[in-house]
């Protein structure tokens, strides 16, 4: 089993980081790899056990379910279903938490996953900068400019 | 229930963090509030059960009995036995959490406790700036920022 946890500090409140991150049809609103989202049998996007389906920029697909959602923790976390890459029982969480002596937010984006020996190294590499930091940057740069 | 969550950031790595608040008899060292602190009955500080018995600057007395501690993830909780405030049934975590994209930590403090209503606003206020709060700036100090 691989672990990825990556972590950051937003210098915005926790409410206007949640209220992007929480829409789980919304992260081809900012995320660079991901070029189109939409939720299967039009479900909405805040329903656990919805499943959101991603076409990347660089043209792959993959299909993603929620798994919980809360708005009292600010959390939410998912699986993938089906992945272009070999990323296997993948299971992640996003975190949100105030850092309450800054108007700031610790957000905090990990996962687990298997994956064919040789090739943790690298997929762990992949998530974590492809998906978590570049996500941790979209989200700095569109809430800097909103 | 009253609850308190106060959180920061301190600009060094987790484990340096750690290292300064895990010694659960090591408030003195890093807490301006704190007088002296021992640890009852000789036992190690971070043995699970053990009881810290401090004095304030104020004077007055506290004692706390360590119910939780992990070195993987950097937390430890407690609850108060003895204080000089109304309030029982008072259980509160340290954790500190790294912060993957630089060289610093986030801390957060928390607590729950029983309290009679009409005391609570002040309670969770005296609490949450002079012992949490009041603990971050040090370390904040301590560690540059």
Known sequence: MVQVVCSTIIEKPIEDVWALLRDFNGHDQWHPAIATSAIERSLPSDLVGCVRRFKLQDGGELREQLLTLSDVEQCFSYCLLDTPVPLFNYVAHVNLYPVTDGDQTFWQWKSRFTTPQGREDEMAKMVAQDIYEAGFEAIRTQLANG | ?145
């Open chain 2, 1 to 145: 229930m009253a609850r308190v969550y106060v959180s920061s950031v301190v600009s060094a790595p987790a484990d340096k963090v750690w290292e300064r608040v895990r010694d659960f008899n090591a408030l003195p060292k890093w807490h301006p509030r704190i007088r002296e602190s021992r640890i009852e009955e000789a036992h190690p500080s971070d043995k699970i059960g053990c009881i810290r018995n401090f004095q304030l600057q104020s004077g007055d007395t506290i004692r706390e009995q360590l119910v939780g501690m992990s070195d993987h993830e950097y937390f430890f909780s407690y609850s108060m036995l003895e204080g000089p405030m109304p309030l029982w049934d008072y259980i509160a975590t340290f954790r500190v959490t790294p912060v993957t994209d630089g060289d610093r930590a986030f801390v957060e403090w928390s607590a729950e406790f029983e309290c009679d209503p009409a005391n609570e606003d002040e309670l969770v206020n005296g609490v949450g700036t002079n012992v949490f709060q009041g603990g971050f700036d040090a370390l904040k100090r301590h560690f540059g920022g």
